[in-house]
């Protein structure tokens, strides 16, 4: 079936540090690959993604590259920020069934 | 736009009990989906509802179940609760075929279950 990998966490770095969150896919299909972040009390919100291979999407400083060759979506930011701390999912739509199969998620901690 | 809504925000309830979650989506969305949060199970699919009818349904067990009204909003429903169902339970809504777009989530409900 189809899944998600994510790296283990927690990564902890220091601010202003090069941030990077290795994400695989199963290579089922051409899906759209999102991330989502999860702060502290709060529900998902999506902060990128990419519809199709070679696409980059990007919002808030964070980057992620559709590489169907490596099936892979990383996600990174050249320069994190405290308020940066927060769970991050790499996800994609099942190809059976309309929903979202999530990685395991990646803490990030950033210190001051 | 107001975005996804749940209440209760939280929920207290003793083994045995049932419980009912309600989630408005975004103005416009007809899909509603909803998932379940664990710190051992990650994210795991629940259900989804498009126009009232479920489409798709994860690996729970009949105890969990929903609904979706006319107006889009949808509520779920355990019953028989068990101490493993505490978790974070979180709606998501879609424009049209839900899991293909992107999904907009609401802020959850934290049930807790004694």
């Known amino acids: 079936g189809d899944s998600v990998t994510q790296m283990e966490g927690p990564v902890t770095l220091s601010e202003e540090a090069f941030l990077t969150i290795n994400c695989t896919y199963t290579a089922t299909g051409y899906p759209s690959l999102f991330w989502y972040v999860q702060y502290p009390g709060e529900g998902l919100q999506l902060l990128l993604k990419?519809?199709?291979?070679?696409d980059k999407g990007s919002n808030k400083g964070f980057e992620a590259t559709y590489r169907k060759e490596t099936t892979s979506f990383h996600l990174e930011k050249g320069s994190v920020q405290v308020s940066d701390s927060a769970v991050y999912f790499c996800a994609r739509p099942d190809t059976g069934r309309r929903a979202l199969t999530f990685g395991s998620g990646t803490r990030l901690q950033v210190q001051p | 736009k107001a975005g996804v809504t749940q209440t209760p925000r939280y929920l207290i309830k003793t083994r045995g009990q049932q419980v009912t979650l309600s989630c408005s989506p975004i103005?416009?969305?007809?899909?509603v989906s909803w998932y379940q949060q664990t710190p051992g199970q990650g994210l795991q699919f629940l259900f989804e509802y498009f126009s009232e009818t479920q489409r798709n349904k994860g690996n729970f067990p009949g105890r969990f179940s929903g609904r979706q009204f006319s107006n889009s909003r949808s509520e779920m429903n355990v019953s028989t609760l068990e101490l493993g169902d505490s978790a974070l339970y979180l709606c998501?809504?879609?424009?049209?075929?839900?899991?293909?777009?992107?999904?907009?989530f609401g802020p959850g409900t934290r049930l807790t279950v004694l």
């Open positions: 103005s416009g969305h007809r899909s």
């Open positions: 998501a809504s879609s424009l049209e075929s839900g899991g293909r777009d992107e999904q907009f």
């Open positions: 990419a519809t199709k291979a070679d």
